[in-house]
């Protein structure tokens, strides 16, 4: 089988946690590298949680730390979702093992050439990995096969009612992926929202016995009581729908429109302005915003990835 070549450009943070978990499962993909972001927390806690889900997981991939901060702005985190830690108040050590000297950005575009055009860049956290990348360097566009972020939204927010958390983070990051000219497929709140698991479908995830399925029920309990809080059915699985996506794409609904940032304004600041209601106004048209999901198809592949870890 030929494999997809991605790297995981990831805030961990629960979701994000779950999202590895499933994606080193999943035989088509073939994970090159993990890029860690300040986001969720601080980038050295991230940076931390990834070393710790590589661990559990047994995995070999390295890990490249990336930016403490957005571009141009400060960092705003989301420690109340994801525990002061960003990894939901489980306790697990730290591995002692060191990562990679190579910066993120410096990593992305070095496998990008190695990767003939094939590379596809997995990013469900701030964008600012990927702008230092377009801005240092000018044909990395050019090298990635294509983008798959969570992040965004045609219609509403998170962090605010007009923006998405990783949006919001690095607005200007943002759009300037959203100018690069490389194809990219948004999952944003349209559809993530929609990748909801229940609190009893954890708790059957988690009774498959492995420390790997613990983890994925353990780590999202404190979010979970949030969500049940406000009125939800289920955690939204934000980051898993994006891996998931990339490989599986029959099970969501995708429309192609053009995406910019808001970069500017104050109640609307880093809301993703799409045409996809406005009869196509936008000149570029590399987006693919994804809407829609079968829910029933997408959580039984999450059952049927984390039932593969056996230990
Ligand atoms: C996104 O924000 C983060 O808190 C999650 O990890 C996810 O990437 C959802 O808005
Ligand atoms: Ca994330």
New binding site residues.
């Given amino acids: 089988m030929k494999k997809i070549p991605v790297i995981i450009d990831?805030?961990p943070?629960?979701?994000?946690t779950a999202a590895l978990l499933l994606a080193c499962q999943i035989p088509e993909l073939d994970v090159r590298a993990v890029t860690t972001v300040a986001?969720?927390v601080g980038v050295d806690k991230t940076t931390a949680n990834a070393k710790r889900v590589r661990n559990i997981i047994g995995a070999d991939f390295p890990i490249f730390q990336g930016a403490d901060k957005p571009m141009f702005r400060d960092l705003v985190t989301?420690a109340e979702?994801?525990g002061e830690d960003g990894f939901g108040g489980v306790e697990l050590p730290i591995p002692e093992e060191d990562i990679s000297e190579e910066k993120a950005w410096d990593a992305m575009y070095r496998i990008a050439k190695e990767c003939d055009g094939e590379l596809v860049i997995i990013a469900?956290?701030p964008l600012t990995n990927i702008g230092i990348a377009l801005a240092k360097y000018k044909e990395f566009p050019n090298l990635v096969k294509k983008f798959v972020i969570?992040?965004g939204a045609a219609v509403g927010g998170?962090?605010t009612p007009a923006a998405?958390?990783?949006v919001y983070v690095d607005p200007e990051a943002a759009d300037m992926l959203f100018c690069c000219g490389t194809p990219i497929h948004m999952c944003g709140?349209d559809v993530?929202m929609k990748c909801y698991i229940t609190p009893e479908e954890v708790k059957q995830i988690a009774d498959f016995g492995s420390v790997q399925a613990k983890l994925f029920h353990d780590v999202l309990q404190n979010c979970m009581k949030k969500y049940m809080q406000s009125g939800n059915r289920g955690v939204?699985l934000?980051?898993p729908a994006a891996v998931l996506y990339s490989v599986y794409p029959q099970m969501f609904t995708a429309e192609e429109a053009g995406v910019r940032v808001e970069t500017k304004g104050t109640r609307t600041l880093g809301k993703t302005v799409t045409d996809l209601y406005s009869d196509k106004q936008f000149e570029q048209h590399n987006v693919c915003v994804v809407t829609d999901v079968d829910r029933t198809a997408f959580i039984e592949k999450v059952f049927a990835l984390m039932k593969q870890y056996t230990n």
């Fill in positions: 990831c805030d943070g629960v979701d994000d986001g969720n989301a979702f994801h469900v956290a969570m992040g998170n962090v998405e958390f990783n709140l993530t939204a934000h980051d």
